[in-house]
């Protein structure tokens, strides 16, 4: 498996540098005087170049392969740390009422998202590299690293923030993390979509970027990863909801500092790490993909409301546990399952579409989540429970339309 290795450490820094922020952002906008909705304008922004440059990058890997695209989408993502750490050392001037530093904070998430659609070329290049029979456990391999940065990147970021140097500390940290994939990236990871496997770049225009349900056409997929798509959309909605929010409502609801938030947090990421590298694989094997899809979804929709009933943490963690194995099944299900049904040719554009729909609900909803939750605070998630119901919805409609063989994935 020494082949992946590049692979996994790029799927690491890319859930290391996204959760290594998730303690500190809150604090950094709040430092500045900024009102709460700023976190969520900051993630939005982020996800909103990346749904620009997730299907460019994809395609882009289909006809230039994967290597280079990789070292390109890396070498922004350095770039943008290094934007980071100069925003925090500048003075807090005002700037159309609201201070410089937070500014250019909001440049470096949009240069880390318009090269850090590389999640789509990675997992191309994980297709490219594996079997059918492969597929569903090497995804399951990458959702366990996700677990392992999600675990590592709040601790790390509340600890590296808890310094003398402050956030200086953690963005430093992201800095070291990123060259290191980078070097690796050049080092070691072998192109995986050869000359005679690549096919030529078209051009593509602006509204065919922006509006997924063209390019759905266009790419013409199997009829279940277009109910896939319809499903991830909705419970890719409800996470961009519940990233806009769940830092600002751990705050609230048990008054975390930094350093408490990130060490809470690493415990959310212990369980996330356990459910996806053996409870959702177990679930895998037994029940089959798209069963465990729809558990997960279940157990989302239980979770939203069960975290809002209490306010002991004894009690909440459990409750969150819920919530939690519901997205650690969904998350390695959705790419298997997408990936065993693409067409080998256009691995790299299907999973671009797949990462752009995840990339505009995060790009749409995170900042609105963060206005409603301040208006109507944890009533938000009593209400959420609609959009992974709604994924039930269509799978059960796909299934009744397609029949159950279709979907034994």
Not at 257 to 286: D, H, R, T, Y
Not at 365 to 392: E, H, K, Q
Request: glycine residues 10%.
């Amino acid at each position: 498996m020494k082949k992946f290795i590049p692979a996994y450490l790029l799927t690491f820094v890319n859930v290391l540098g996204f959760s290594l922020l998730m303690p500190i952002l809150p604090f950094v906008v709040d430092s500045y005087g900024a009102p709460k909705w700023v976190f969520g304008l900051l993630i939005t922004l982020y996800s909103a170049f990346q749904f620009i440059g997730a299907p460019l990058l994809g395609s882009m890997s289909d006809a230039k392969g994967r290597k280079p695209i990789l070292l390109i989408s890396q070498a922004g993502t350095l770039l943008s740390w290094i934007i980071f750490i100069i925003a925090i050392c500048l003075p807090e001037y005002q700037i159309l009422g609201f201070a410089l530093p937070l500014w250019i904070v909001a440049l470096s998430r949009i240069l880390d998202g318009i090269t850090g659609g590389n999640t789509s070329v990675t997992n191309a290049y994980v297709s490219d590299m594996t079997t059918l029979k492969e597929k569903s456990y090497i995804f399951g391999y990458l959702g366990g690293i996700v677990g392992v940065g999600m675990i590592i990147g709040p601790g790390l970021g509340g600890i590296t923030a808890s310094t003398p140097i402050g956030y200086l500390g953690t963005l430093l940290t992201s800095v070291l993390i990123s060259t290191v994939t980078l070097i690796t990236i050049f080092k070691w990871l072998k192109e995986s979509h050869p000359v005679e496997k690549r096919t030529l770049k078209q051009k593509v225009s602006l509204w065919e970027v922006i509006y997924i349900p063209l390019r759905i056409k266009k790419v013409d997929p199997s009829p279940m990863i277009k109910v896939l798509f319809s499903m991830k959309f909705f419970f890719s909605a409800m996470m961009g909801f519940y990233i806009g929010t769940m830092a600002l409502f751990l705050i609230d609801l048990f008054g975390f500092n930094v350093k408490e938030l990130g060490f809470f947090m690493f415990i959310i990421g212990l369980f996330l790490s356990f459910n996806q590298a053996f409870v959702s694989k177990f679930f895998i094997q037994k029940l089959g993909a798209f069963k465990t899809l729809i558990l997960g979804l279940l157990c989302c929709a239980v979770g939203l409301v069960a975290i809002t009933l209490t306010k002991n943490i004894w009690l909440f963690i459990p409750s969150y546990y819920i919530l939690n194995l519901g997205l650690s099944l969904c998350f390695p299900v959705f790419n298997s399952l997408i990936s065993v049904n693409a067409n080998p040719k256009k691995q790299g554009e299907i999973m671009g579409i797949s990462e752009a729909i995840n990339s505009f609900c995060m790009a749409c909803f995170p900042v609105v989540s963060a206005i409603i939750y301040t208006a109507i605070g944890s009533n938000l998630y009593r209400l959420l429970i609609i959009l992974p119901l709604m994924a039930l919805i269509f799978a059960f409609v796909g299934v009744k339309k397609y029949g159950k063989s279709t979907f034994q994935g």
